[in-house]
């Protein structure tokens, strides 16, 4: 029996943390979260609080994405938030910010997105519905910090959304700038996790 239960911990130490924390979907009081895909969003993701920030850890079809309802933007504005990727996915999976989100909840949601992975590349993207155009295709950039030999990597992301054109940056340096027009830019703000990820969010800055 003694060791059967030494097995069974060893096994449980070897599963990446985003797979022992998999269950208890959105625990962050006054979030909300949808799933890219129909499912138990308690089964695929755990997305709550961790000291002065966020933590979201996602298995299987876990890709979503988080926001608060105060959290709505017009005319020009600028968000942004620190994301730390504690060990590698399976394969480079995103994160990162969207804005300009409406109907998050139903049929015709819409959001334009801002996400990079663990290889150093970034894309931008809006949804519309079921449809998920590109704006820029995964693109690298320099900025972008890859894992470090400890399989970690810290990012800040930014959206300057202006009169006419919108800024993205990491880690304070613009990594592409695009006309305003090629997105929606009216909405809520939030976080956007791929599935296979254990990644934790500090300074968020998503309000106004």
């Known amino acids: ?5 030494i ?3 060893v096994t449980i130490l070897a599963i990446p943390l985003g797979l022992q924390a998999q269950e208890g979907g959105v625990q962050a009081d006054g979030w909300q979260g949808r ?8 089964g695929v993701l755990h997305f709550r609080t961790m000291g002065e920030g966020l933590h979201a850890s996602t298995a299987g079809r876990g890709a979503g994405i988080f926001w608060r309802e105060t ?12 994301f730390t990727q504690t060990e590698p996915s399976s394969h480079p999976n995103a994160y990162g910010l969207f804005f300009g989100g409406a109907d998050l909840s139903g049929t015709d949601q819409r959001y334009s ?3 990079i992975r663990e290889n150093g590349q970034y894309l931008l993207k809006k949804r519309m519905g079921s449809e998920t155009p590109d704006v820029i295709a995964w693109t690298p950039h320099d900025a972008i910090e890859t894992l470090d030999a400890d399989g970690r990597s810290t990012n800040t992301l930014t959206v300057e959304v202006g009169a006419s054109q919108v800024r993205f940056l990491v880690n ?4 592409s700038s695009q006309p ?3 997105f929606d830019t009216d909405g809520l703000a939030g976080l956007r996790v791929n599935h296979q990820l254990d990644v934790h969010i500090a300074d968020a800055k998503l309000g106004m």
Not at 1 to 5: A, E, V
Not at 71 to 82: C, K, M, Q, R, V
Not at 172 to 175: Q, R
Request: aromatic residues 8%; proline residues 0%; charged residues 25%.
């Open 35 to 42: 799933l890219d895909r129909d499912g138990d969003i308690n």
């Open 71 to 82: 959290d709505t933007h017009s005319g020009n504005y600028s968000i942004s938030a620190t």
């Open 180 to 182: 305003r027009s090629s």
């Open 113 to 115: 997105y801002f996400v």
């Open 172 to 175: 304070d340096m613009e990594v």
């Open 7 to 9: 097995t069974i911990a």
């Open 1 to 5: 029996m003694k060791r059967l239960l």
